[in-house]
């Protein structure tokens, strides 16, 4: 077991609680900055994360997705709603899109705010995230992807396309893939599922390879 700690606190009383043994190796770092890739693979991720870089540090890990199986996290009650949500739940935008484009993501258990000391003002959730042995839908070029789905959720009151051009995207390029693939005018990002952020990437790509913009 590996276990990583930034509080110095936490350390010390780790190391005084935990007896020493070859099983068990505890590094004092930060989990955003640690080099994952230096861990000897595969291996399964247990963490309650820091509820104020949670959401870049799952990110982190999913790129190393290939070397962990599993992943069981704390997190806020909110973030992991938005992990789990669907397209037309209310916590539905990029977070979902990209976990689960990666990832099967189910939530455990609840944690109530009861549970810890001191006690916060939020509850938590556990979930479980499974990487998947490829992306669940094919897209031509990943970064790409992933640029289109932040973009369509950093406008969340405006329509697709132009939030997409508040992004930096062509609005010609965006209305004619829009049409390409049978999106109406009035979508807003949130109305997407999965597949359709992809065949939209997909199409804006092309156009955009084509164009000499990507």
């Given at each position: 077991m590996v276990g990583i700690e930034i509080d110095r606190h936490l350390v010390q009383r780790l190391r005084e609680e935990i007896?020493?043994?070859?099983?068990?190796?505890l590094i004092e770092a930060e989990a955003l900055r640690f080099p994952y890739q230096e861990v000897q693979g595969p291996y399964?991720?247990?963490?309650?994360?820091?509820y104020y870089i949670a959401t870049p540090l799952l990110f982190r890990l999913l790129e190393e997705r290939d070397h962990i199986p599993l992943m069981v996290l704390m997190l806020q009650k909110e973030v992991a709603n938005?992990?789990?949500?669907s397209v037309g739940d209310e916590g539905y935008g990029a977070l979902?899109?990209?976990v689960q484009f990666y990832a099967d993501v189910r939530k455990a258990f609840p944690v109530l705010r009861a549970c810890f000391r001191p006690r916060p003002k939020i509850d938590s959730c556990v979930v479980t995230i499974t990487?998947?042995?490829a992306a669940r839908t094919p897209v031509l070029n990943e970064p790409y992807f992933l640029k289109v789905v932040?973009?369509?959720?950093?406008?969340?009151?405006?329509?697709?396309?132009?939030?997409?051009f508040h992004a930096g995207f062509p609005l010609l390029e965006i209305e004619t893939a829009m049409r390409e693939i049978g999106l109406v005018p009035t979508r807003r990002?949130?109305?997407?599922?999965?597949?359709?952020?992809a065949s939209l990437a997909n199409?804006?790509?092309l156009q955009g390879t084509k164009n000499g913009l990507t």
């Open positions: 007896p020493a043994t070859p099983r068990f190796h399964k991720v247990v963490a309650n994360l820091p938005r992990m789990a949500a979902s899109v990209i990487p998947l042995p932040k973009g369509a959720f950093a406008y969340r009151r405006k329509r697709l396309a132009n939030a997409l990002g949130e109305t997407l599922s999965l597949g359709e952020f199409v804006l790509f």
